[in-house]
Every structure is written in structure tokens, then in C-alpha cells.
Nanobody, 118 residues
Framework: QVQLVESGGGLVQPGGSLRLSCAAS????????MAWHRQASGKQRDLVAA??????????YYADSVKGRFTISRDNAKNTVYLQMNSLTPEDTAVYYC?????????WGQGTQVTVSS
């Protein structure tokens, strides 16, 4: 079965940038859908961005709160999905989780902490 491991979180100043990575292991990384979610302290886990393999070479989705600032992408050779986060604000502080599924697997990562603070 596939395991997903997030990395790239940390402390960043408001207006700064981070790039999160979600690397697959356990089997070859092949997905129908991969997403980034985040959960702030005391809050529900919400969808941030998603990428799918369907349609015209795949498609992406972004929550309104991150449109124009975040970009989801993939590197098939590295079995990795990324979330580039720019113009970060304290409202982006959360644990970020990757989730995905293919034809024969589904998995959640354990999360990586992102803290945006002065």
C-alpha cells in the first residue's frame, strides 16, 4: 500500500513563501486525485488544493482563500506532489496534510506544521 510523507513546513514571516512536498512510498506513485488539506488549531480540516488526472491532461482546484497564492503541482519522476505557498498570512497557519487515491490505493499523510508569524 502507498504511504504519503509531507515535508517542507516550518516558521515563516507574513508575506513569505514555503513549498510543501508530499512523497509517496510503498508502491509506484500513480494517482487519480491528490489534494492538500489544512487544519488550524481547534478547527475542521479543510480542502486547500487538489489535482486530478482526468479530463484534458488533468485539472486543478483551489479554495477561494488561496487562489492566486498557492499552486499545486506534481513530479512523477520523484513520486511527489507539491504545494507552493506564496504571500503567506497568519490565517494560513495550520497543519497541512496530503491525501490521495488511485485505482488501488488511498492514503493520508501525517501532516506538516506551517506557522506564519512575526
Amino acid at each position: 500500500q502507498v504511504q504519503l510523507v509531507e515535508s517542507g513546513g516550518g516558521l515563516v514571516q507574513p508575506g513569505g513563501s514555503l513549498r510543501l512536498s508530499c512523497a509517496a512510498s510503498g508502491s509506484i506513485f500513480s494517482f487519480s486525485y491528490m489534494a492538500w488539506h489544512r487544519q488550524a488549531s481547534g478547527k475542521q480540516r479543510d480542502l486547500v488544493a487538489a489535482i486530478s488526472s482526468g479530463g484534458s491532461g488533468g485539472s486543478t482546484y483551489y479554495a477561494d482563500s488561496v487562489k492566486g497564492r498557492f499552486t499545486i503541482s506534481r513530479d512523477n519522476a520523484k513520486n511527489t506532489v507539491y504545494l507552493q505557498m506564496n504571500s503567506l498570512t497568519p490565517e494560513d497557519t495550520a497543519v497541512y496534510y496530503c491525501y490521495g487515491y488511485g485505482s488501488s490505493w488511498s492514503a493520508w499523510g501525517q501532516g506538516t506544521q506551517v506557522t506564519v508569524s512575526s
